[in-house]
């Protein structure tokens, strides 16, 4: 007897980000699965699956966002009960991912966390991992396992060319983004700006700009982030480039982390406009007026198709998402 297999997509959710985890179902055309998360006495969590996914496809969807430990944990119990449930391939689906800042040592007597991540999603029985501009490339080689790396590229290059803009100029708020800044120019067509930042010694929040690299002179600036945390380097660069004669100062980033004193320093910062993307939930009462959030929803729910479907995931994005 010869049988032909069926193929099952099923999508769960932890509950970071749970709006974001409904708009993909919908751009996906499936029901968002209930995995009955509860909590124990103790704060312990639980999770049983709705249905049986015995060979099914599972995506477990989860973004890393406060209380990250708590984030991440709720999904490797999610992977962990997928794995014993016979699930025929497990994805974890990280729109941003937690820890990613801390991918080497640069100081004695650190850890390397976001290795530590990948070990964790790796052992709970993750067969792949999917996510969104990551801070660091690099973070991909932490796993064995194939790594989809996603970018909000596209979506933010759609909002600058729809307000046609003219004269204006990317800026890379540090070397770091260097990379990322000359693709948003060559697919734009404008120039490039670089601002030389410091961070003082022993400080995690603090940040100098020193010099600007290329020309800014009676320019819209555009600042492009993977991440606006404290808003430290976003501020810092803003400055600068305006006693350098910026016209206009914009930011952009694609996680909007947006942790105290972010709101403050961006409402006091030289910023006419600050656009993120919902790859993690906005903190309530954060009053920002000039403050934009594009949805990224349909850029994940492609990845997910496409994963689903063994097409390529590079494709939906034109081969312009290496980290």
Same mark, same amino acid.
């Not at 999610?78 to 391939?89: E, G, L, V, W």
């Not at 993750?126 to 790594?147: E, T």
């Given at each position: 007897m010869e049988l032909v297999p069926k193929r099952r997509l099923v999508l769960f959710s932890g509950r970071s980000h749970e709006k974001l985890a409904k708009d993909i179902a919908k751009d996906l055309g499936v029901d968002l699965s209930n995995a009955n998360l509860r909590e124990f006495a103790d704060g312990e969590v639980h999770c049983k699956f709705d249905e049986s996914i015995r060979g099914a496809d599972v995506f477990i969807l989860q973004t890393h966002t406060r209380p #990250?430990?708590? &984030? $991440?944990?709720?999904?490797? $119990?999610?992977?962990? *009960?997928? =794995? +014993?449930?016979?699930? =025929? +391939?497990?994805?974890?689906v990280c729109p941003y991912y937690g820890y990613s800042r801390q991918d080497r040592k640069s100081s004695g007597r650190e850890p390397i966390t976001a290795k530590l991540v990948a070990d964790m999603l &790796?052992? *709970?029985?993750?067969? +792949? #991992?999917? &996510?969104?501009?990551?801070? &660091?490339?690099? $973070?991909?080689?932490?796993?064995? #396992?194939?790594?989809?790396?996603?970018? *909000?590229m596209p979506i933010l290059i759609d909002y600058l060319t729809n307000q046609n803009l003219s004269e204006t100029v990317i800026v890379a708020p540090d070397a770091g983004r260097v990379k990322v800044a000359e693709r948003f120019g060559q697919q734009l067509g404008v120039d490039l700006a670089l601002v030389h930042k410091r961070r003082p010694r022993g400080s995690a929040n603090e940040v100098e700009a020193l010099h600007v690299v290329g020309d800014v002179d009676g320019k819209l600036c555009v600042l492009i982030d993977d991440m606006i945390d404290t808003a430290g380097t976003i501020c810092a660069a803003a400055e600068i480039l305006k006693n350098h004669g910026a016209k206009t100062v914009w930011a952009m980033a694609t996680h909007g982390l947006l942790s105290d004193p972010a709101l403050s320093r961006l409402k006091k910062a030289p910023i006419e406009k600050v656009v993120i993307t919902d790859t993690l939930p906005l903190k309530p009462g954060f009053d920002l007026p000039?403050?934009?959030v594009l949805s990224i929803s349909r850029v994940i729910a492609d990845a997910i198709d496409a994963v689903f479907e063994d097409s390529s995931v590079s494709e939906i994005f034109g081969g312009q998402n290496l980290a």
């Open positions: #990250v430990n708590n &984030s $991440i944990l709720e999904q490797l $119990i999610m992977i962990d *009960a997928a =794995k +014993r449930a016979s699930a =025929k +391939r497990i994805t974890a &790796s052992i *709970a029985g993750a067969d +792949r #991992v999917v &996510s969104m501009d990551l801070h &660091s490339g690099q $973070i991909q080689g932490f796993y064995d #396992v194939p790594f989809d790396h996603l970018t *909000a000039n403050l934009e």
